[in-house]
């Protein structure tokens, strides 16, 4: 994967190409609601190589897996118009399609044609059928336009009429239709013809084997785009074979018409007896998938909002505002972020284990949760309904805020980068990033050597996660300058509990400085407590030697676990001094 930031490092536009999208999809023209949505991964081109997948992006049948290639665009508005499209093109397959196979396709010409009259069938009615789709296609149909119209020509007429075909769907959906609204009657074979004289010129011209029979051709080929049946679709395609010579070979040339096909062109047979894809399922009682919040609206922002949410997410981190301002003297420091997802992803489940335990370390407070009625009938009503349409309920929770707040320092030293050290401190500060939004806490995350404001205080967790993934060590670690005035930021928060979190590898450069500066601090009613991370037996000495009883030696495996007995046990010691 490339270091450049993608759209997909976007958790919310993410979210709305892997679930949103499918739900919409399903919603508007899913004949069983209740269906779980297909899988959708994205592939970079090199992994699709390397993995022997198709050259498209693609839909199986047996799996209900839908695969998007991934490029690294320089726009990002039209990178996030491609991927859109593609998403889009592929959850219609697997809302309306089966394989060619089960509808009788009896070879690889069979399912090539098929699949060609399926891609342009599928976005056609969709498009005429919905305004939100019309849109996806049309954005995404321009994309595709130069590449298609292009002099390329196979050598058997069949194909060609085929190609031609395709050509003629993808500039009238690039259009939005507009040739289409003139028409009075779509599915008039003239009504068709009149639509290829309108477009034939901007298309190369077909070659003297398919222009004699071409009026028909593209007629049969329209019948199929407009058909609501994949049986059709073969009908269609057999009729189209007749109207051309036998091909010369049983197998075809390179498919001109990979551009977005489900399958690759071609799927693979199915087992006997597979159940036919895209046919309903009925819902045995399930309830619709979960699907994303995103909001009052059903997609994510337009192309140029792409552009602008990267621009945002990549800004060098050495520029972010630091919480302890005015460290002239420490060395420089950038962070210039990274793809932080896959960070983001493995701290997740970490990270709300570890709320859970933090927010058990408080004793739980009575809160006040009130119920929203309904208007039925005229009449405001709780459901069910009860003599109070509007009702207050007190409940005991176990809650962190407001009398909590993290600071997470990073060891940012040289030795950071031996052994992997940079990278188990990167997760376990995304652990507890994930922790305190679960657990609704305060907190900062800032590296030691120039306190550079890494996440929290109001940064989301893409950026976070993203600035983490970018962060390396160099240089000394700082601590012995930066950790007395961080934790005098620290100190001014208005919460009455406040914890330092320090993720050390092992004693500072300057552990006669730290060790003042942490019992100074601790005599003030601060909690330091130092976490090392898979440290050897010297290393972990230094590490107590320093900061004492609070020093929390732990692995990668048992960070959760040790982490918020550590901290836990910090908090219920504060408590009990200041009481």
């Given at each position: 994967?490339?270091?450049?930031?993608?759209?997909?490092?976007?958790?919310?536009?993410?979210?709305?190409?892997?679930?949103?999208?499918?739900?919409?999809?399903?919603?508007?023209?899913?004949?069983?609601?209740?269906?779980?949505?297909?899988?959708?991964?994205?592939?970079?081109?090199?992994?699709?190589?390397?993995?022997?997948?198709?050259?498209?992006?693609?839909?199986?049948?047996?799996?209900?897996?839908?695969?998007?290639?991934?490029?690294?665009?320089?726009?990002?508005?039209?990178?996030?118009?491609?991927?859109?499209?593609?998403?889009?093109?592929?959850?219609?397959?697997?809302?309306?399609?089966?394989?060619?196979?089960?509808?009788?396709?009896?070879?690889?010409?069979?399912?090539?044609?098929?699949?060609?009259?399926?891609?342009?069938?599928?976005?056609?009615?969709?498009?005429?059928?919905?305004?939100?789709?019309?849109?996806?296609?049309?954005?995404?149909?321009?994309?595709?336009?130069?590449?298609?119209?292009?002099?390329?020509?196979?050598?058997?007429?069949?194909?060609?009429?085929?190609?031609?075909?395709?050509?003629?769907?993808?500039?009238?959906?690039?259009?939005?239709?507009?040739?289409?609204?003139?028409?009075?009657?779509?599915?008039?074979?003239?009504?068709?013809?009149?639509?290829?004289?309108?477009?034939?010129?901007?298309?190369?011209?077909?070659?003297?084997?398919?222009?004699?029979?071409?009026?028909?051709?593209?007629?049969?080929?329209?019948?199929?785009?407009?058909?609501?049946?994949?049986f059709d679709l073969l009908d269609a395609v057999r009729a189209f074979r007749?109207?051309?010579?036998?091909?010369?070979?049983?197998?075809?040339?390179?498919?001109?018409?990979?551009?977005?096909?489900?399958?690759?062109d071609a799927p693979p047979p199915e087992p006997h007896g597979a159940q036919?894809?895209?046919?309903?399922?009925?819902?045995?009682?399930?309830?619709?998938?979960?699907?994303?919040?995103?909001?009052?609206?059903?997609?994510?922002?337009?192309?140029?909002?792409?552009?602008?949410?990267?621009?945002?997410?990549?800004?060098?981190?050495?520029?972010?505002?630091?919480?302890?301002?005015?460290?002239?003297?420490?060395?420089?420091?950038?962070?210039?972020?990274?793809?932080?997802?896959?960070?983001?992803?493995?701290?997740?489940?970490?990270?709300?284990?570890?709320?859970?335990?933090?927010?058990?370390?408080?004793?739980?407070?009575?809160?006040?949760?009130?119920?929203?009625?309904?208007?039925?009938?005229?009449?405001?009503?709780?459901?069910?309904?009860?003599?109070?349409?509007?009702?207050?309920?007190?409940?005991?929770?176990?809650?962190?805020?407001?009398?909590?707040?993290?600071?997470?320092?990073?060891?940012?030293?040289?030795?950071?980068?031996?052994?992997?050290?940079?990278?188990?401190?990167?997760?376990?500060?995304?652990?507890?990033?994930?922790?305190?939004?679960?657990?609704?806490?305060?907190?900062?995350?800032?590296?030691?050597?120039?306190?550079?404001?890494?996440?929290?205080?109001?940064?989301?967790l893409a950026r976070t996660s993203a600035a983490l993934s970018g962060m390396?060590?160099?240089?000394?670690?700082?601590?012995?300058?930066?950790?007395?005035?961080?934790?005098?930021?620290?100190?001014?928060?208005?919460?009455?509990?406040?914890?330092?979190?320090?993720?050390?590898?092992?004693?500072?450069?300057?552990?006669?400085?730290?060790?003042?500066?942490?019992?100074?601090?601790?005599?003030?009613?601060?909690?330091?407590?130092?976490?090392?991370?898979?440290?050897?037996?010297?290393?972990?000495?230094?590490?107590?030697?320093?900061?004492?009883?609070?020093?929390?030696?732990?692995?990668?495996?048992?960070?959760?676990?040790?982490?918020?007995?550590?901290?836990?046990?910090?908090?219920?010691?504060?408590?009990?001094?200041?009481?």
């Amino acid at each position: 994967m490339s270091d450049k930031l993608t759209i997909l490092d976007l958790p919310r536009r993410r979210a709305w190409l892997e679930r949103g999208m499918g739900a919409k999809v399903r919603d508007l023209f899913g004949r069983d609601r209740a269906r779980p949505l297909p899988t959708v991964e994205f592939v970079t081109p090199d992994e699709a190589r390397r993995r022997r997948l198709p050259a498209t992006s693609w839909y199986r049948f047996d799996e209900e897996r839908i695969g998007i290639y991934l490029e690294t665009l320089a726009d990002p508005a039209r990178e996030w118009e491609r991927l859109e499209h593609h998403t889009l093109h592929e959850l219609l397959h697997w809302t309306w399609n089966f394989s060619a196979t089960l509808s009788g396709a009896a070879d690889q010409i069979d399912h090539q044609l098929s699949n060609i009259f399926a891609d342009a069938a599928n976005e056609q009615r969709a498009g005429l059928e919905n305004p939100w789709a019309r849109a996806v296609v049309s954005r995404g149909r321009r994309l595709l336009v130069a590449d298609l119209l292009s002099p390329s020509r196979p050598d058997d007429a069949l194909w060609e009429a085929a190609l031609l075909t395709l050509r003629a769907h993808t500039l009238v959906a690039s259009r939005g239709w507009a040739v289409l609204d003139a028409l009075a009657d779509r599915d008039d074979p003239e009504a068709a013809a009149t639509v290829w004289s309108r477009i034939s010129g901007e298309i190369v011209a077909p070659g003297p084997s398919v222009v004699a029979v071409w009026d028909r051709a593209f007629a049969i080929a329209w019948m199929a785009w407009r058909s609501a049946n994949q049986f059709d679709l073969l009908d269609a395609v057999r009729a189209f074979r007749d109207l051309f010579a036998e091909p010369k070979s049983a197998e075809p040339p390179p498919s001109p018409f990979g551009l977005d096909s489900h399958e690759g062109d071609a799927p693979p047979p199915e087992p006997h007896g597979a159940q036919g894809r895209g046919k309903p399922t009925g819902s045995g009682g399930q309830a619709p998938e979960d699907v994303p919040d995103l909001g009052d609206d059903d997609a994510p922002g337009d192309g140029p909002g792409v552009a602008s949410e990267l621009e945002a997410l990549s800004e060098n981190a050495g520029v972010w505002r630091p919480v302890v301002p005015h460290l002239s003297t420490v060395v420089a420091e950038t962070i210039t972020p990274r793809p932080g997802r896959d960070l983001l992803a493995m701290a997740q489940a970490d990270g709300v284990e570890l709320g859970r335990r933090i927010k058990a370390s408080r004793a739980p407070k009575v809160r006040v949760r009130s119920e929203r009625g309904r208007a039925v009938a005229r009449i405001i009503a709780r459901v069910p309904d009860a003599s109070r349409p509007f009702r207050s309920r007190a409940v005991s929770e176990p809650e962190l805020t407001p009398d909590v707040f993290v600071a997470v320092i990073v060891d940012t030293s040289s030795s950071m980068n031996e052994c992997g050290k940079i990278v188990a401190a990167r997760r376990a500060a995304m652990t507890v990033a994930v922790a305190c939004e679960a657990a609704r806490a305060p907190y900062v995350i800032v590296t030691s050597r120039r306190a550079l404001h890494v996440g929290g205080d109001g940064t989301d967790l893409a950026r976070t996660s993203a600035a983490l993934s970018g962060m390396t060590g160099g240089a000394v670690d700082g601590l012995s300058t930066t950790l007395g005035p961080i934790l005098e930021a620290v100190a001014l928060r208005p919460e009455p509990v406040r914890v330092a979190i320090v993720l050390q590898d092992g004693e500072p450069c300057d552990p006669t400085t730290v060790g003042r500066v942490v019992e100074q601090h601790r005599q003030q009613g601060a909690i330091v407590v130092a976490v090392g991370l898979d440290l050897t037996e010297g290393e972990a000495a230094g590490l107590r030697a320093v900061f004492g009883p609070t020093a929390c030696l732990t692995t990668a495996a048992g960070l959760v676990r040790d982490l918020g007995t550590a901290v836990s046990a910090a908090i219920a010691r504060s408590v009990r001094s200041a009481a």
